[in-house]
């Protein structure tokens, strides 16, 4: 984990923010609150159970890490808790498009690097 080679005695907060897939569409189509409870319950547990297994991936010792699953726009999300966990680093982890294409485009890197006020690592790595 770049986070890790960056900073090797940092406490790390792994993040993940989730959405409850097509959810205004699901409304839109009367789809009842309990079945989309129902879908946020799985999505967030998917998101937990990713975020235990990236720290068991990487070697992460329990009391070097915590897990923080939060539902949201994941940009504002971001922004959110490195402000309330007082975070000096976030490390992005970039999916499919470079770094660069994707700041050009104005992208989640890009509000991040705006709102936030820590430092912001990119990684085009699929090992972040």
């Known amino acids: 984990m770049l986070a890790l080679r960056v ?7 792994l993040l993940t923010v989730f959405q409850v ?3 205004e569409k699901l409304h839109f189509a009367g789809v009842d609150a309990a079945t989309i409870e129902l879908y946020r319950n799985k999505a967030r547990a998917e998101a937990r159970q990713k975020v235990h ?8 010792q329990p009391r070097k890490w915590e897990p923080c699953v939060v539902e949201g726009d994941a940009s504002m999300r971001i922004v959110e808790n490195e402000q309330s966990h007082d975070c000096d680093l976030v490390v992005l982890g970039k999916h ?5 294409v994707d700041l050009l485009l104005g ?6 690097l ?3 006020s820590a430092d912001v690592l990119v990684s085009t790595h699929s090992g972040t």
């Open 53 to 60: 297994e990236l720290a068991n991936e990487v070697g992460l």
């Open 7 to 13: 900073a090797p005695h940092a406490h790390v907060v």
């Open 96 to 100: 499919g498009q470079s770094a660069t």
């Open 114 to 116: 705006a709102e936030g």
């Open 107 to 112: 992208s989640v890197t890009k509000h991040v």
């Open 21 to 23: 897939p097509f959810e």
